[in-house]
């Protein structure tokens, strides 16, 4: 009796269908899992449109506006703003140039000696007594060219001269001659000057606040001389010295910024009488 035989693997293989060409696949990796990364959702994956997982829309909403700007400032408002911005500024301006003379200038320093009680203390004397930096030396040589050619300037009256009831001093610049005129005087007489003005002006000033003058000096009463332009050396604002005494036609007074660099101590320096010379001083009190 036959047996059946069962039909070898080849036959097996070459009696089974054909399968499709295309490239041969490979069953997908089983799907890691483990407590740090889940097994991910196909949906998820490969959610779209029609998919439960899709993209939630972002709904913005109708009742957002973009913020009103806020009212513009009235005229009013905006004038008061710029005018204490002008005033902020100039402040600052005045603070910087004074600071910047009283560290530079000559004048500056002499005055910063004489309020800190050390008048006796010279300029080149500051600090460790050596000269200061060349910067430093150009400011003090350009101040004391500037007072020289400007001596009698008053910055403070604008070109006008106006009286005052001479209770207090009035405003001079340190290192003027109009400065040492006004202080050496009261210190002679108790009496300040009562006008303001350039030196060449003090004359006019004198008889508006109606004080004494002539073109010669009392005899034994204190007085402030006065030089117009350009007369004995004077210069274009005219130059203006107390008289301390006289001999003859030649009075003897004491000065300060008489000559290139006298803006930083007084000097001593003779007039002679003649056109261009005026005296002025305060009537005696009976």
Same mark, same amino acid.
């Given at each position: 009796?036959?047996?059946?035989? /069962?039909?070898?693997?080849?036959?097996?293989?070459?009696?089974?269908?054909?399968?499709?060409?295309?490239?041969?696949?490979?069953?997908?990796?089983?799907?890691?899992?483990?407590?740090?990364?889940?097994?991910?959702?196909? /949906?998820?994956?490969?959610?779209?449109?029609? *998919? !439960?997982?899709?993209?939630?829309?972002?709904?913005?909403?109708?009742?957002?506006?973009?913020?009103?700007?806020?009212?513009?400032?009235? +005229?009013?408002?905006?004038?008061? #703003?710029?005018? /204490?911005?002008?005033?902020?500024?100039?402040?600052?301006?005045?603070?910087?140039? $004074?600071?910047?003379?009283?560290?530079?200038?000559?004048?500056?320093?002499?005055?910063?000696?004489?309020? *800190?009680?050390?008048?006796? $203390?010279?300029?080149?004397?500051?600090?460790?007594? @050596?000269?200061? *930096?060349?910067?430093?030396?150009?400011?003090? @040589?350009? %101040?004391? !060219?500037? =007072?020289?050619?400007?001596?009698?300037?008053?910055?403070?009256? #604008?070109?006008?001269?106006?009286? *005052?009831?001479?209770?207090?001093?009035?405003?001079?610049?340190?290192? @003027?001659?109009?400065?040492?005129?006004?202080? +050496?005087?009261?210190?002679?007489?108790?009496?300040?000057?009562?006008? %303001?003005?350039?030196?060449?002006?003090?004359?006019?000033?004198?008889?508006?606040?109606?004080?004494?003058?002539?073109?010669?000096?009392?005899?034994?009463?204190?007085?402030?001389?006065?030089? =117009?332009?350009?007369? @004995?050396?004077?210069?274009?604002?005219?130059?203006?010295?107390?008289?301390?005494?006289?001999?003859?036609?030649?009075?003897? !007074?004491?000065?300060?910024?008489?000559?290139?660099?006298?803006?930083? #101590?007084?000097?001593?320096?003779?007039? %002679?009488?003649?056109?261009?010379?005026?005296?002025?001083?305060?009537?005696?009190?009976?």
């Amino acid at each position: 009796m036959l047996s059946a035989k /069962r039909p070898s693997a080849a036959v097996s293989q070459a009696n089974a269908p054909a399968s499709p060409k295309g490239p041969a696949t490979s069953p997908l990796p089983a799907p890691v899992t483990s407590k740090l990364f889940p097994p991910l959702d196909g /949906r998820i994956v490969t959610g779209g449109l029609g *998919s !439960t997982q899709s993209r939630v829309p972002v709904v913005i909403k109708g009742d957002l506006k973009r913020p009103e700007p806020p009212p513009p400032r009235s +005229r009013e408002a905006h004038r008061k #703003h710029s005018k /204490r911005l002008w005033i902020l500024g100039t402040a600052m301006l005045v603070i910087t140039i $004074a600071a910047t003379l009283l560290a530079a200038t000559p004048q500056g320093r002499d005055l910063t000696l004489r309020l *800190s009680g050390n008048p006796g $203390a010279t300029v080149g004397s500051l600090g460790n007594g @050596q000269q200061g *930096s060349s910067a430093a030396s150009i400011s003090a @040589q350009a %101040t004391a !060219t500037w =007072m020289y050619q400007n001596d009698g300037y008053d910055p403070y009256s #604008h070109g006008q001269v106006i009286v *005052s009831d001479g209770k207090n001093s009035l405003p001079w610049p340190y290192g @003027q001659c109009t400065y040492w005129a006004n202080f +050496r005087y009261h210190q002679m007489t108790g009496f300040w000057v009562q006008w %303001t003005g350039n030196a060449d002006q003090w004359f006019l000033g004198a008889q508006k606040a109606g004080w004494d003058y002539a073109q010669k000096p009392p005899i034994g009463i204190p007085s402030i001389v006065v030089l =117009m332009p350009y007369v @004995q050396g004077a210069g274009w604002l005219g130059h203006v010295a107390v008289v301390e005494s006289q001999t003859g036609n030649v009075v003897h !007074t004491s000065n300060m910024n008489w000559g290139y660099g006298g803006s930083t #101590h007084v000097e001593y320096v003779d007039f %002679t009488l003649g056109p261009g010379v005026y005296f002025v001083w305060h009537p005696p009190q009976n």
